[in-house]
């Protein structure tokens, strides 16, 4: 197979993979490999010591949230004394935003592709202000992952189970059509989601808790975000491993360090320090408060969405400087990296063409054109939580790293 | 002390990132130490409580509340930029925002999938790769650039040629196609003139020129200046001739250049010939062998060449059938076989050779020339060959040729019995002191030799009614005995190519002349006054937005070029 047939492979791949909302379930139980003391994070690999703020917090986090330590300093004490592993959601077909921090206790949407059968895992989405994600931990942080755990996650799974199935590839190409890019926006596809649960937790939950959960899910303009970074991580997977093609399968941070990984290549990170966004902040915050570019929500540009298909989004065009011309400039952009079109993410504002899909590491080299990556901005220090929005792109070197390692490899 | 004002607009619903570009600008405004705008919703107001940004008052809104707050210096800048708040809320309206220019080829053609040109002007390192895929993507070629390896030009060109398309340049500044100017041109009136030039000034002097005297240009085709050079042979010169060949708006073609050598001048001026119709050639700086030879015409500057080719395309129907000579009616068509030249006059052989030096080879002869080969034995002649049989070593101890015929028969004898020879090409000088009857001797040698096969002979008569030879006379003998006579020697020589220089074929495939004729739509590379100037004309262009490959850098690019192998 020469090198087009194996790009085009990859992304037909991608491209077909049916990603459906399965369930949800415990981390333990149903992600491989997930098992007590390994804490699953965002990005490529990286050890204690080189961590940002924000994945920090959410480590301690997660580590009191499983009761394996009693405070801060207990948790710091575990992991100093090498007894915790971590290990990138990457590496466990799991993905989650910002920190990323996963552990076994947590519960997780459960996606299958049904086309190629492999499945995606990612937590939930905690909403706004303080979270676990952002690299906070105090008692109101826990006490709401403990009422997601114990509430909200078995209702979703009685109501995913009671639905026929949820079929997030059509949830996500009609959120497109209504000014989602889905990633940094998802309004519609969290009603979207909304709407489709709303029956069956009624049918499921007691009518205080039903109300309960949706409106934790309705308030959240970010409900959808995950099951559709796991539905991403399904598709990516699927053109993952396609020998001698250099479609780009994952690109992820986490917080320190921006990593791809490249469907030919195995499972080879490339990597370079991540750069702070590019962005708007929230009132009282400015880019001296950012951190450095954080979260595997970037598969979902990998997957051929979010920034890439920017000219869907027309409402969030500030990020791009402000007019929807610009907007649809940025996805034009993309087209030129990437393999194809998609065959079901289309965009009214270019006539229904699919998003630009699959990002070839030859064309992002040879143009000098990174991918435009839309992203939250966390801050620094952990648990203050997101600062802002905006827009980043990856450092040049992973792509020419990557490359230099494909030359190497297929004896270019 | 700082002043905090706060707004709370009820009812309402704007984007945060509105929201937050508002709180963005508030802050930038004079005297402004901090601004926040947001919905009031819990999470926010936590936000504005964090930032010292909370009031009595935003406590009492809700998360259907538009939230404005400044912290200023004064009470007046407080009030002054809640007062710009709808000011600053009103946005744009007019859509604008530049269009997108594309990056990469590939993208350039999803925008104009019709392009049939590339015009290419990047640094000249990098033009051969951008031509490369160009071809790739079926485009023809207008490259600008220079600092083009020959090599790369020469397969550039055999590349394109194998695809029946056509790469005029590197180092090619002009072109007119359909009336459309390719990088710099002039503003001609469209005609029946063609040109294909390896001169780009050239291009532009003579199709102004044509267009003063009131003729017009159908299509002018550069080809660069290195076109006519040994080792690319004037492939795209070939093509450009061919299709002006077969493009029915061309009547009369113009071709220049610097002069070529010998084996690239006989390649083209076969390929002119083959085109069919009146071809001026101007070689700059060559010697022209004839003003004509059969319906090539040579100029010897440019403006000369425009006037020629404005008087021939005022008459181009009848100037083709003019071409045939009205006594060759066995046919204009190459009949091959080896030129036997014999003569007695020294500067008839002379200006022979050098007429024909451009169109046969190889080409013996016992004058020198610079590409004129000697003779191996005086006696015996080898290809093609012309002799002054006047010259030092064939008149010792024996007459000049002018008045005794005795070695010119028995040469006439000598070459007719060569099968691989197909004309003899003879003169005869009359006049006083020339021998009495020169024919009554060579025409019966003539229709000797033709007895046994019709082999062609070519007589060129100097002389006139008054010499004592009477020339009607000489003529009619010569006649009688098969010849063709002609009285001026360029019409000689132009009969001597037409039977033995096979036109020289177009390279196959052809370019589909329908380039030419079909709109001009174009992806422009590189300079971007090339693209407007397209676009100023009417022409369908796409100007892409070039850069270095990989920065330029030489390890990726040598991956990347090795990747697409």
């Keep these: 197979m020469d090198l087009a047939q194996a790009n085009h492979a990859a992304v037909e791949r991608m491209m077909t993979a049916r990603p459906l909302l399965k369930g949800v379930a415990t981390a333990r139980d149903v992600i491989p490999g997930m098992r007590d003391g390994l804490i699953l994070h965002a990005g490529p690999p990286i050890e204690w010591g080189r961590m940002s703020?924000?994945?920090?917090?959410?480590?301690?986090?997660?580590?009191?949230?499983?009761?394996?330590?009693?405070?801060?300093?207990?948790?710091?004490?575990?992991?100093?004394?090498g007894e915790i592993e971590f290990a990138p959601c990457h590496h466990h077909q799991t993905v989650g935003p910002m920190a990323g921090v996963t552990s076994a206790s947590m519960a997780v949407y459960v996606v299958e592709n049904v086309t190629h059968g492999n499945l995606a895992f990612s937590n939930l989405n905690e909403g706004y202000g303080k979270v676990l994600r952002y690299g906070a931990y105090s008692p109101e942080v826990l006490e709401k992952l403990g009422?997601?755990?114990?509430?909200?996650?078995?209702?979703?799974?009685?109501?995913?189970?009671?639905?026929?199935?949820?079929?997030?590839?059509?949830?996500?190409?009609?959120?497109?059509?209504?000014?989602?890019?889905?990633?940094?926006?998802?309004?519609?596809?969290?009603?979207?989601?909304?709407?489709?649960?709303?029956?069956?937790?009624?049918?499921?939950?007691?009518?205080?808790?039903?109300?309960?959960?949706?409106?934790?899910?309705?308030?959240?303009?970010?409900?959808?975000?995950?099951?559709?970074?796991?539905?991403?991580?399904?598709?990516?997977?699927?053109?993952?491993?396609?020998?001698?093609?250099?479609i780009v399968t994952a690109m992820a941070r986490n917080g320190t360090d921006f990593g791809i990984r490249v469907s030919g290549l195995g499972g080879d990170w490339f990597t370079a320090p991540a750069q702070v966004p590019d962005g708007l902040y929230f009132s009282g915050f400015s880019s001296e408060d950012a951190n450095a570019d954080i979260g595997d929500s970037t598969i979902t540009?990998?997957?051929?969405?979010?920034?890439?298909?920017?000219?869907?989004?027309?409402?969030?065009?500030?990020?791009?400087?402000?007019?929807?011309?610009?907007?649809?400039?940025?996805?034009?952009?993309?087209?030129?990296?990437?393999?194809?079109?998609?065959?079901?993410?289309?965009?009214?504002?270019?006539?229904?063409?699919?998003?630009?899909?699959?990002?070839?590491?030859?064309?992002?080299?040879?143009?000098?054109?990174?991918?435009?990556?839309?992203?939250?901005?966390?801050?620094?220090?952990?648990?203050?939580?997101?600062?802002?929005?905006?827009?980043?792109?990856?450092?040049?070197?992973?792509?020419?790293?990557?490359?230099?390692?494909?030359?190497?490899?297929?004896?270019? | 002390m700082s002043v905090l004002k706060t707004e709370v607009r009820p009812g309402g619903y704007y984007d945060s990132i509105v929201l937050m570009q508002l709180q963005a600008a508030l802050a930038d405004l004079p005297g402004v130490e901090d601004a926040g705008a947001v919905m009031a919703t819990p999470e926010n107001r936590a936000l504005l409580e964090a930032s010292g940004l909370m009031s009595d008052v935003a406590v009492e809104a809700g998360p259907a509340d538009l939230l404005v707050v400044v912290r200023a210096e004064t009470e007046d800048a407080a009030t002054d930029a809640l007062s710009r708040v709808d000011g600053l809320l009103v946005r744009g309206g007019t859509g604008g925002g530049d269009d997108y220019r594309p990056r990469s080829l590939e993208s350039a053609l999803k925008?104009?999938?019709?392009?049939?040109?590339?015009?290419?002007?990047?640094?000249?390192?990098?033009?051969?790769?951008?031509?490369?895929e160009a071809l790739d993507r079926g485009l023809n070629l207008f490259l600008y650039s220079d600092n083009v390896t020959v090599e790369d030009e020469v397969a550039l060109k055999r590349r394109a040629a194998a695809d029946g398309r056509l790469v005029m340049g590197p180092d090619c500044g002009t072109a007119l196609i359909a009336g459309v100017g390719f990088g710099f041109a002039n503003r001609v009136r469209r005609g029946s003139i063609g040109?294909?030039?390896?001169?780009?000034?050239?291009?532009?002097?003579?199709?102004?020129?044509?267009?003063?005297?009131?003729?017009?240009?159908?299509?002018?085709?550069?080809?660069?200046?290195?076109?006519?050079?040994?080792?690319?042979?004037?492939?795209?010169?070939?093509?450009?001739?061919?299709?002006?060949?077969?493009?029915?708006?061309?009547?009369?073609?113009?071709?220049?250049?610097?002069?070529?050598?010998?084996?690239?001048?006989?390649?083209?001026?076969?390929?002119?010939?083959?085109?069919?119709?009146?071809?001026?050639?101007?070689?700059?700086?060559?010697?022209?062998?004839?003003?004509?030879?059969?319906?090539?015409?040579?100029?010897?500057?440019?403006?000369?060449?425009?006037?020629?080719?404005?008087?021939?395309?005022?008459?181009?129907?009848?100037?083709?059938?003019?071409?045939?000579?009205?006594?060759?009616?066995?046919?204009?068509?190459?009949?091959?076989?080896?030129?036997?030249?014999?003569?007695?006059?020294?500067?008839?052989?002379?200006?022979?050779?050098?007429?024909?030096?451009?169109?046969?080879?190889?080409?013996?002869?016992?004058?020198?020339?610079?590409?004129?080969?000697?003779?191996?034995?005086?006696?015996?002649?080898?290809?093609?060959?012309?002799?002054?049989?006047?010259?030092?070593?064939?008149?010792?101890g024996r007459l000049h040729p002018m008045i005794d015929n005795d070695?010119?028969?028995?040469?006439?004898?000598?070459?007719?019995?060569?099968?691989?020879?197909?004309?003899?090409?003879?003169?005869?000088?009359?006049?006083?002191?020339?021998?009495?009857?020169?024919?009554?001797?060579?025409?019966?040698?003539?229709?000797?030799?033709?007895?046994?096969?019709?082999?062609?002979?070519?007589?060129?008569?100097?002389?006139?009614?008054?010499?004592?030879?009477?020339?009607?006379?000489?003529?009619?003998?010569?006649?009688?005995?098969?010849?063709?006579?002609?009285?001026?020697?360029?019409?000689?020589?132009?009969?001597?190519?037409?039977?033995?220089?096979?036109v020289v074929p177009p390279p196959l495939p052809p370019v589909e002349v329908e380039l030419l004729s079909a709109p001009v739509v174009a992806v422009n590379i590189g300079l971007e006054s090339f693209s407007e100037s397209l676009a100023d004309q009417g022409a369908q262009a796409v100007h892409l937005d070039w850069n270095p490959p990989a920065g330029g850098d030489d390890q990726l690019m040598a991956i990347l070029e090795r990747m697409r192998r």
């Design chain 2, 111 to 132: 925008v104009l999938p019709e392009a049939r040109w590339a015009l290419v002007s990047t640094p000249g390192r990098f033009a051969a790769g951008v031509a490369r």
């Design chain 2, 195 to 396: 040109l294909v030039a390896a001169s780009g000034t050239g291009l532009q002097a003579i199709s102004s020129h044509v267009h003063a005297l009131g003729g017009g240009v159908s299509h002018a085709i550069g080809t660069g200046g290195r076109d006519l050079a040994e080792e690319v042979g004037a492939l795209t010169a070939r093509q450009g001739l061919d299709l002006l060949a077969r493009d029915p708006g061309t009547e009369v073609i113009v071709l220049v250049s610097k002069p070529p050598v010998p084996s690239v001048a006989r390649s083209v001026l076969g390929a002119a010939r083959g085109t069919g119709k009146p071809v001026v050639v101007h070689f700059l700086g060559f010697a022209p062998p004839a003003r004509r030879i059969g319906s090539l015409y040579f100029a010897t500057s440019l403006p000369e060449a425009a006037w020629m080719a404005v008087d021939l395309a005022k008459s181009a129907g009848a100037v083709v059938d003019a071409e045939k000579d009205p006594r060759g009616e066995d046919g204009g068509a190459s009949a091959g076989g080896y030129l036997r030249g014999l003569f007695a006059g020294g500067t008839l052989a002379s200006e022979s050779l050098l007429a024909l030096k451009n169109f046969l080879d190889p080409l013996h002869s016992n004058m020198k020339g610079d590409t004129i080969r000697p003779l191996e034995a005086v006696p015996r002649s080898e290809f093609h060959t012309i002799l002054d049989l006047g010259a030092d070593e064939y008149t010792v």
């Design chain 2, 407 to 502: 070695m010119r028969v028995r040469r006439i004898a000598q070459e007719a019995a060569d099968p691989e020879v197909g004309l003899i090409l003879l003169d005869l000088v009359l006049g006083d002191g020339a021998h009495p009857d020169p024919a009554g001797e060579l025409a019966p040698a003539i229709a000797e030799a033709r007895r046994s096969r019709d082999l062609e002979f070519v007589v060129v008569v100097v002389g006139t009614d008054e010499d004592p030879q009477d020339l009607a006379s000489q003529v009619a003998a010569l006649e009688d005995s098969g010849a063709l006579v002609f009285e001026d020697l360029t019409s000689a020589l132009s009969r001597v190519v037409d039977r033995l220089v096979e």
């Design chain 1, 53 to 81: 703020g924000p994945l920090r917090g959410a480590v301690i986090g997660a580590l009191l949230f499983e009761g394996l330590a009693e405070d801060e300093s207990d948790a710091t004490g575990l992991i100093e004394r």
């Design chain 1, 301 to 412: 540009e990998t997957a051929g969405i979010g920034g890439f298909a920017m000219a869907a989004a027309p409402a969030i065009v500030t990020f791009v400087s402000g007019t929807p011309k610009d907007a649809v400039n940025t996805t034009m952009e993309m087209y030129e990296i990437t393999e194809t079109d998609h065959l079901h993410f289309t965009i009214p504002a270019l006539d229904f063409r699919g998003t630009p899909t699959g990002i070839d590491l030859r064309k992002v080299v040879e143009l000098g054109i990174t991918p435009r990556i839309n992203t939250g901005i966390a801050h620094r220090d952990a648990g203050i939580g997101q600062v802002g929005a905006g827009l980043v792109r990856p450092p040049m070197e992973v792509f020419e790293a990557a490359l230099i390692a494909y030359a190497e490899r297929y004896g270019v």
């Design chain 1, 147 to 246: 009422w997601m755990n114990s509430v909200m996650a078995p209702v979703l799974a009685d109501a995913l189970a009671a639905s026929a199935e949820l079929d997030l590839r059509a949830l996500l190409a009609e959120a497109l059509h209504m000014g989602d890019e889905g990633h940094n926006r998802n309004k519609a596809g969290s009603l979207l989601f909304l709407k489709l649960l709303a029956p069956h937790v009624a049918r499921v939950a007691s009518s205080d808790v039903a109300e309960e959960v949706l409106k934790f899910l309705g308030d959240n303009a970010l409900s959808v975000l995950n099951p559709v970074m796991a539905a991403c991580k399904a598709m990516a997977d699927a053109g993952h491993g396609v020998e001698g093609s250099t």
